[in-house]
């Protein structure tokens, strides 16, 4: 079991930044990909940003350029540090924790970008 607690979003300007945190407990954290998804209101989940146990980072189109997502197994945590953000980047966003035989799920947080 692995429990997942996602921290950091807010309400930001079009241009701005944030940078999510999640904070992960109760299993080894080093042996679990880790995801980014998003929700935007009205449609589909959508991946947003994934890193491998070997810290390889895949990014959907629409972020890439934008958004970084990074892994400190130390802490036991995973960022998504997110720049240039947009009115379309408006979503409530997930943290997945991913093994062959499981997914964990954080509660989400919500990410506003409006002026």
């Known amino acids: 079991q692995v429990q997942l607690v996602e921290s950091g979003g807010g309400l930001v300007q079009p241009g701005g930044s944030l940078r999510l945190s999640c904070a992960a407990s109760?299993?080894?954290?080093?042996?679990?990909?880790m995801n980014w998804y998003r929700r935007a209101p009205g449609k589909q989940r959508e991946l947003v940003a994934a890193?491998?146990?070997?810290?390889?980072?895949n990014y959907s189109d629409s972020v890439k350029g934008r958004f970084t997502i990074s892994r400190d197994n130390a802490k036991n945590t995973v960022y998504l540090q997110m720049n240039s953000l947009k009115p379309e980047d408006t979503a409530v966003y997930y943290c997945?924790?991913?093994?062959?035989?499981?997914?964990?799920w954080g509660q989400g947080t919500q990410v506003t970008v409006s002026s």
């Open positions: 997945n924790a991913h093994y062959p035989s499981a997914d964990y």
């Open positions: 109760g299993s080894i954290f080093s042996i679990y990909a």
């Open positions: 890193i491998t146990t070997g810290s390889i980072t």
